[in-house]
């Protein structure tokens, strides 16, 4: 958590939430807590009920159960901090009929930027997003990721505290992906709690927090590399060793999880720290750390939970 | 800028860069008034053939009556009582009306046209001459006249008001139905519910909008009405403007609340002939609302376009002012806006479970 966000309440905390619909039950006894101040991913399979966990949080759906608080309040009054939540659907929320300029003015005009303030922001947001060019282009005329990019300024345009992005880079290049990611990031030092849902594991791997929701419920959470832990996957270390057989023989004696292949020893890591440790045992000719992929941990906690 | 009014204003500002931008609709707006206007005026028009008279039945003349009714050239319009048939003569609406009663009868003629109205005296007098000679001396006594200043009328002085309201109607209530299912699809309303918008502001900011072009609409409209088709302007413009304007601002939060059952634009198409067609033929343009038949009657009485009707040609045609159409006409307006307003605005939270 960064220096700015201490002493604040979570951004989001959520005891046994529950919600229906119909029988199912969309949110099952969810238990969460997000701090302010960090970049927060939501993973999860499809209907797992992370969109209605942002719906729930910005009070657009009526909870059949449990306590949620946003941003220190109960949701129950989460109108009256509307001003600071950013909120962008997965429909983007745009008019196509409207330039970029336009569109950025009007939701600027609804949180009661001052002009000055707005000019500003508008600057800056389209730079981030890289649509300075396209300033008086119909919003209807970009290309996918162009709107969606446009999509996401309009949700920044008021700076605000909370931000809740449901799938907010699909369709949006690797390069302007990072410069996404950095600028998340630039947030949450600042003290804005940014939450996101996203289908990519690479996405999911540069937050600070992960959440993996599965049928409504939180099924893991903590940092990328906690996840990990939790599915048992561990970073796979190969050593080419001149003498296999003695080597294995000696580390399986310091009590590592071996396995040979002809003159390739894997080792099976608990921590990263035991490279150091494994390199004083032995000398290897060659070296390869396998870092196991987020992708595979939920693979495992999904058949698993 | 972050007061309500401010925020509203956003709305409406935003609302009318996109219509400005839509030319087709534009044009439509503006041109198909006249369109309808040259259709509907000229193609209804032709002769107004025979004569337009009322028939107030309160027993008794029976003799007459059938005598009436045996002319070939006249419109016979059964009425249910003189103040009826008064207030259609003084609009214009019929050339004269004969009240039969057991004592006798009274014939109500039009000040403003004296042929027909000659040509009205000379029927009844050629029917108590004929009584005369038969022998029945005494028929004839209780048969008198009354002038009543009606209203030198062509068609296109009912239907140009009319269709002023008619065509406001109709594209306010489409374009705004329309632009609230995109609302939805675009996911901006749901956008909407997480910003310091409030309901009440965002349907007020449409009303503020479309009101823009409804002044449009209705300039054009007025001006070709007046100056195109010779149709007098007795009352003045603002009154009208502001007729037209209410009128707008009850077909946008009904678009707005009905919006609510369609699922796409093309259903919107849909509800032309439930919510528009119904107007149209008992707004009373066409016919007078008091030859309507009685159980449909109050359906009349609940439609927007009767009332914006009405008061549109008493302002027009004989110079009525603000408070000569307060009531009932401005506040039947007034109440249907306030009421659909409330349902328009209730009715976008539907989706939040």
């Known amino acids: 958590m960064a220096g700015r966000a201490r002493g604040k309440p979570p951004a989001i905390s959520a005891r046994n939430v529950v919600k229906l619909f119909g029988r199912m039950r969309a949110l099952d006894d969810l238990t969460v807590n997000i701090p302010a101040g960090v970049t927060y991913c939501l993973l999860g399979p499809n209907g797992s009920g992370k969109t209605t966990f942002i719906r729930a949080v910005v009070g657009l759906l009526k909870l059949d159960g449990g306590d949620l608080r946003v941003l220190g309040r109960p949701v129950s009054q989460v109108q009256q901090i509307y001003p600071a939540i950013g909120y962008m659907t997965q429909h983007k929320a745009l008019y196509p009929d409207l330039t970029v300029q336009e569109n950025l003015e009007f939701y600027a005009g609804l949180y009661g930027l001052t002009r000055q303030k707005r000019e500003e922001r508008i600057s800056d947001l389209l730079q981030m997003v890289a649509l300075s060019e396209h300033r008086s282009r119909l919003a209807g005329a970009l290309s996918g990721g162009m709107y969606q990019r446009l999509s996401l300024a309009c949700t920044l345009i008021h700076e605000p505290d909370l931000l809740l992005l449901d799938e907010p880079t699909v369709g949006i290049d690797p390069r302007l992906r990072q410069t996404f990611w950095e600028y998340f990031q630039r947030l949450a030092e600042e003290g804005k709690t940014v939450l996101i849902t996203t289908h990519l594991m690479d996405e999911a791997e540069r937050c600070q927090k992960v959440g993996y929701m599965r049928a409504g419920k939180m099924a893991a959470e903590g940092s990328p590399e906690e996840i990990l832990r939790l599915a048992g996957l561990r970073p796979l270390l190969r050593l080419w060793l001149a003498e296999p057989e003695k080597d294995a023989a000696l580390l399986r004696s310091e009590g590592y999880e071996i396995m040979a292949k002809g003159d390739v020893v894997e080792v099976r890591l608990e921590r990263h720290a035991q490279i150091k440790e494994i390199l004083a045992a032995v000398s290897p000719l060659d070296m390869r750390l396998e870092e196991p992929a987020l992708e595979e941990a939920f693979l495992r906690l999904s058949e698993g939970a | ?353």
């Open chain 2, 1 to 353: 800028m972050s007061s309500s009014f401010g925020r509203a204003g956003v709305v409406a500002l935003r609302v009318i860069r996109q219509l400005k931008r839509d030319r087709r609709t534009i044009s439509l707006i503006v041109f198909a008034p006249i369109v309808l206007m040259i259709l509907f005026g000229y193609a209804l028009s032709g002769e107004m053939s025979g004569v337009a008279l009322g028939l107030v039945d309160g027993g008794g003349q029976a003799g007459l009556k059938a005598h009436l009714e045996s002319i070939p050239d006249y419109d016979i319009l059964r009425l249910g009582s003189e103040s009826d048939a008064e207030k259609l003569i003084s609009e214009g609406r019929l050339d004269g009306a004969v009240v039969l009663e057991p004592e006798g009868a009274r014939v109500l003629l039009d000040a403003s046209s004296l042929q027909i109205s000659g040509a009205i005296v000379a029927a009844v007098q050629a029917w108590v001459a004929g009584e005369q000679t038969s022998g029945l001396k005494d028929k004839g006594k209780g048969i008198t006249m009354r002038y009543i200043f009606g209203y030198d009328l062509e068609m296109m002085d009912t239907v140009g008001p009319a269709i002023l309201g008619l065509v406001v109607f109709f594209f306010t209530f489409i374009n705004a139905a329309i632009a609230f299912i995109r609302e939805r699809s675009q996911g901006t309303l749901e956008k909407f519910m997480v910003s310091p918008l409030s309901r009440v502001e965002m349907v007020a900011g449409y009303v503020l909008g479309f009101s823009f072009f409804t002044i449009l609409q209705s300039a054009t409209t007025l001006f070709v009405v007046r100056f195109g088709f010779g149709v007098p302007m007795k009352g003045s413009a603002l009154t009208a403007l502001f007729v037209v304007l209410l009128l707008g601002a009850g077909a946008l939060v009904l678009g707005s609340f009905f919006s609510n059952f369609a699922r796409s634009e093309f259903q919107v198409v849909q509800f032309i002939p439930l919510i528009i067609t119904p107007q149209i033929v008992l707004c009373g343009i066409w016919w007078p609302l008091q030859s309507v038949p009685e159980f449909i009657r109050p359906f009349s009485y609940i439609l927007p376009l009767t009332y914006a009707a009405d008061a549109l040609r008493a302002v027009m045609l004989k110079g009525a002012g603000f408070a000569d159409i307060l009531y009932p006409d401005l506040l039947a307006l007034g109440a249907f806006f306030a009421i659909f307003f409330a349902a328009a605005t209730v009715m976008l939270r539907r989706d939040v479970g």
